[in-house]
Each structure stands twice: as C-alpha cells, then as structure tokens.
C-alpha cells in the first residue's frame, strides 16, 4: 500500500514538474538550421511558460496523412498538432482528421491572416488551418556569373528575356550551364516554370493557353544553360553553395538560406518579369489540431501563440526568409529591421505586387501534375531542345485528366 501511494506521488510531482507534453509534428522547418532555430528560439519560450514539454519534429507530408490514417483507424491519437502543406490541406479536411478552428480563431482580433494565403486553408467557409510559413519565389546568382551580365542589364529588375541571355552567355564562355532548377521528378520544377509561364499571362498550370506556349518557347531556348548535372537536384541549395550552379529562381527561404550561407557571394532579386508583370507561384503551410487529440486545450495555446504576429516575424527570420502571412506580421518588419530581412522584403515585394498563383485544391493528385512539368522538361527541352506546341497540347490532355 505504501508503495503503491509512494508511486501515486511521483507520478504527481513530475506532473507537475513536467506538465503535458504536446506532439507536434511538422512539413515545414526540416532543414536543420530551421528545425534548431523553431525548437530553441520558437518553442522553448512557449514550454516555459506553459510548463509543458513540446516533442517536435518533421515528415513529409506523405508520411504525415499515412500516420494520421494510421492513428485514427486504431483509435490512437499520438500527435496532437500538424503543420501541412495547401496541396495536402484538402485530404486533411476530407478525412475529417483535423478540428474545425473557425470559433476558436475567431476570437483572435490580434492577427489578420493575409489575403491569398488566408483563403488556401478554409474549406466550405469553415478553418481547419491557420497559415504559416508562406513563400513566393526569388532570383539568386553568384557574383562570379555578373561578369557575363549583358550590357545595361539592371538584375533588381531583370526580365526572363535577359535571363535567358544571360545564361545562355554564361554557358558559351564556362563550357558548360549553370543554371539550376530541380530536376528530380516531383519536386519545384513546376513552381520555378509555373512563374515564368505567369509573367507571361498563362492560366497556370494549363498549358493550353498562349502566355504558357510563350513560356515554354522562351525555356525552350537556353536548353544548354542548365548545369550539366541538373537531372539530380532534387534542391538547388547545395549545387548553389558549392558553386556548382550559379544561377537559380527559388522559393524564397532556400534563396534566403543561400544568401545567408556567404551574403558576399550572392546577389539577390526579386523573380523575373515578363509582358505581365512578375510572375510567381505562391504557396504556404497550416497548423491544425489533430482530431481526437488528448491534449486539445494546450494544442489551441499552442496554435494561437505560433501565429501571434511577433512569433510569425521572428520564425519568419530565423528560418531564411518565408513571408509571415499575418498582415500584422507585415507591418512589424517595417519597424524592425536586420539584413537578413532583405528576403523578406523582396518575397512581400512579389506577394505585393506579382503575378501571383495559389495552389488551389482542384486536382486528384498533383503530384502527376507535377510531372507533367518535369517530363515536358526532361523531352522537350533538355532532349529535344527544341519548342515543340502540338507535345505541349498532348501533355495538356494528361492535366486535364487529373482535374477534380
């Protein structure tokens, strides 16, 4: 008997020593510079003062829907909050695997939740997620490549016309390209050509339409530009730091972790433009409460601390460079300024005032519409090196056979 109240005790003490502890587990802030700085600048805080302990960690969004299917056929919810990406958020939703947060958030009259991306994470005008991490896509170059920049040519406002000069003439006088994108199958190939096929008015991802055909054209014409290896990046980060590749148009926090990797090294610019403006793909994650969860009242703290508009700004800068998509958010960067903020502006830059598209919930499966892209690039383009508008319609007839 004395044991067992002896054992009733310490349970008790390193409860309340301990508190609960919050599972957490995220697509976002893989890389482990991010992973590092959200665990140790972001989350820590929040333990301390909700004497709780947060067990973080990532997966890709993949593996995420397959441990929640797995977690809610056994009825053993172990993870209590995720962090998805917009293209995954409908499956979340559909599978009913997530709560409705639409009375919860709205009691938060602190945060507006910005235009765009707002819109990506509510369905049927309820929220199941809350944005967070929001990107648009950046220029990068080494300063090595400045030597060949073509004469009057000013690279904070460059056009894809003067981009594909440029690195045509790059390749000419190195022997080789130096461009990069990523050439694995499914990764951002169709985000990197999607803003290219926006600035020139295209209904992205269709390629049925003149502003794409116009794209594909102009792509079609620095096919020796691409960097020799390009068909093995599956992230241009690494052939970009070694010098590999020296030219790159990137989402903006992997632009951002470049840049701070040796900001002597780099130049930095929004995306290129074309006839209708700047072009980019925009896109953002979402916090959501996992449905069942045993610990639903620490989750919502959780939740609305993270998307308090200084926490969004200071995980926005401490992760490379992703838009806080908190208007309020927004407006604190004006006030408070480092360097590495340049990334930050030149993403709102775009946000602001680009071509913009987001990544809606309208296909059955978009990882074959990605595809689509990469295969257009590795025939087309890289094989054939030519323009080629009667393949592009045929390749259209496969985007529109994944159209919900």
């Not at 071509?355 to 809606?360: P, R």
């Amino acid at each position: 008997m004395k044991k067992t109240l002896f054992f009733v005790v310490l349970v008790l003490v390193a409860a309340c020593l301990f508190g609960e502890t919050l599972v957490v587990t995220s697509r976002l802030w893989s890389a482990p510079s991010e992973k590092e700085f959200i665990i140790n600048e972001i989350i820590k805080p929040f333990e301390e003062a909700n004497n709780c302990t947060v067990k973080f960690s990532t997966l890709d969004d993949e593996k995420l829907l397959d441990q929640a299917e797995l977690q809610q056929k056994t009825g053993n919810i172990t993870t209590d909050v995720i962090v998805a990406y917009a293209s995954n958020m409908p499956d979340w939703v559909e599978n009913d695997y997530v709560m409705d947060l639409t009375e919860i958030a709205s009691k938060w009259n602190d945060r507006t939740f910005s235009k765009g991306y707002d819109e990506m994470t509510v369905f049927d005008g309820k929220r199941y997620f809350l944005p967070v991490g929001a990107d648009v896509y950046l220029f990068i170059a080494n300063k090595k490549a400045l030597q060949y920049l073509p004469e009057g040519v000013d690279v904070q406002n460059l056009t894809w016309e003067e981009v594909v000069d440029w690195a045509n003439a790059i390749a000419i006088m190195e022997g080789e390209g130096k461009y990069a994108v990523t050439g694995v199958p499914m990764k951002s190939l169709i985000y990197q050509y999607g803003g290219v096929c926006l600035s020139y008015g295209a209904d992205w991802p269709n390629l049925d339409n003149p502003g794409a055909m116009a794209a594909f054209y102009l792509m079609s014409k620095m096919a020796d530009a691409y960097t020799p290896t390009v068909l093995t990046y599956d992230d241009v980060r690494p052939p970009m730091k070694t010098g590999e590749a020296w030219m790159a148009t990137a989402h903006c926090a992997r632009v951002g972790e470049i840049y701070k990797n040796d900001p002597t090294n780099y130049v930095v610019a929004p995306a290129p433009a074309g006839p209708a403006g700047i072009g980019s793909i925009a896109g953002t994650s979402g916090f959501a409460i996992v449905k069942g969860t045993k610990h639903e009242e620490l989750a919502v703290k959780f939740v609305e601390y993270m998307t308090r508009p200084e926490i969004m700004l200071k995980a926005s800068k401490g992760t490379g460079g992703f838009i806080p998509p908190v208007d309020e958010a927004i407006d604190l960067l004006e006030t408070d300024k480092d360097e590495q903020d340049m990334i930050i502006e030149m993403a709102i830059k775009v946000m602001q005032e680009g071509v913009l598209s987001y990544i809606a919930p309208t296909w059955t499966d978009w990882g074959q519409v990605k595809l689509v892209y990469d295969d257009i690039f590795k025939e087309m383009i890289l094989n054939l090196k030519t323009f080629d508008p009667g393949y592009l319609e045929i390749m259209q007839l496969r985007i529109d056979s994944l159209k919900k």
